[in-house]
């Protein structure tokens, strides 16, 4: 009885070692990310990140966003992929579409668009990367399009339509993320 008593928590404690254990950060501004609480990743399956069954026919690497599950996918194979919380573009930002991975930068230095800032001419006109980025902790660019995959510093937006178009994640997912996926994945956005 005392050896399954401590059997189990030995289990018990290698999960929490496994929650709180995070690698070393890649950047340094990475120290200071926000993000969801300890609590949140725990009992959270909303916006928990996750292998999924994933039946499909694109290749392995691919990412699919589904707008309306407000879900993007990173296919694995062996009918799997790997499923993130998203917030999605507001209503009149919402797109549809396919293009592909053409660049990746940590920490993205932000320079909203001449449409934003006639919507919001009280932002700035360039902000250097860092913690209170509007971008985050990573960036995924897509094609030549203004639209980005990126973190975000508001994780309580996650599951919501929101932005501008762009498709924002925890910054502890989009750093997953971007440490997944490679430059020419196809995107596929629906």
């Known amino acids: 009885m005392s ?17 709180w254990v995070t690698p070393a950060a890649a950047h ?14 725990m009992f959270g399956p909303s916006i928990a990140r996750m292998v999924v069954s994933y039946p499909t026919n694109q290749k392995t690497g691919t990412i699919v966003i589904s707008t309306a599950q407000r879900r993007l996918y990173l296919v ?4 799997q992929a790997l499923s993130y919380a998203i917030a999605v573009g507001a209503a009149g930002y919402a797109w549809s579409g396919v293009n592909q991975v053409t660049d990746k930068r940590e920490w993205p230095d932000w320079t909203p668009p001449g449409e934003m800032l006639q919507r919001r001419p009280d932002l700035p006109r360039h902000m250097a990367g860092g913690p ?22 508001e994780p309580d937006k996650i599951g919501q339509a929101v932005s501008s178009g762009c498709i924002r994640l925890t ?14 994945a196809t995107v596929i956005v629906q």
């Open 3 to 19: 050896l399954r008593f401590l059997g189990g928590g030995a289990c018990a404690v290698a999960l929490l070692a496994s929650v």
């Open 28 to 41: 340094p501004y990475d120290q200071y990310i926000r993000g969801r609480s300890f609590f949140g990743a």
């Open 76 to 79: 694995l194979g062996n009918g």
């Open 132 to 153: 209170d980025n509007p971008m985050g902790a990573r960036a995924i660019y897509l094609g030549s399009s203004l639209y980005r995959i990126h973190g975000s510093n």
């Open 171 to 184: 910054n502890q997912d989009v750093i997953d993320l971007y440490n997944r996926v490679q430059i020419g």
